[in-house]
């Protein structure tokens, strides 16, 4: 009897762990979907408090990737929105305004591949003022869907300008 309270407890400790591992690697991919959307909300965010127009960001894997925050005269730029989120359906989306950020361990040209990261940003006017409203999004490209592993995209928001 004690051995089949200490084999259903074993399963019941066995489960637990899987799950705690599952937990734990998609805190991580959400750890850095945040780390690289906060980037580029910062580098947007100071390109419209100075005169400069893009920027430049280069990966683990040595691509530079530009940060374009040109908005035309209609008022807004980037990446399509699906309500207040970036929709990342959208097979083309501009040049200048999305990355496949590559993050590696070291991060070096040499280091091993740990994911590449699809990061977006769309660039709305606030009227005729100089407030921007700043929507950027972030998610690993090429993980499954609606398994313990799975990461939903990260969505900041923010107002710039002066």
């Known amino acids: 009897m004690a051995g089949a309270i200490l084999v259903v407890g074993s399963i019941a400790m066995l489960t637990l762990i899987v799950s705690a591992i599952a937990t734990n690697n998609r805190n991580k991919m959400d750890s850095t979907q945040t780390m690289l959307a906060a980037s580029i909300l910062e580098q947007v965010n100071s390109t419209f408090n100075s005169t400069g127009t893009t920027s430049d960001l280069t990966d683990c894997a040595g691509n530079s990737w530009t940060i374009n925050t040109t908005i035309p ?90």
């Not at 699809?118 to 606030?126: A, S």
């Open 73 to 162: 005269n209609t008022g807004t730029a980037g990446a399509a929105l699906s309500g207040t989120h970036i929709d990342f359906s959208e097979t083309n989306p501009p040049a200048g305004y999305f990355m496949n950020y590559l993050v590696s361990a070291p991060c070096t040209s040499t280091g091993t591949p740990q994911g590449v990261y699809d990061v977006r940003w769309h660039l709305d006017q606030v009227g005729s003022t100089k407030t921007y409203l700043i929507t950027v999004s972030a998610k690993l490209q090429k993980h499954g869907e609606g398994n313990k592993f799975f990461s939903l995209p990260v969505t900041l928001r923010f107002m710039s300008g002066s």
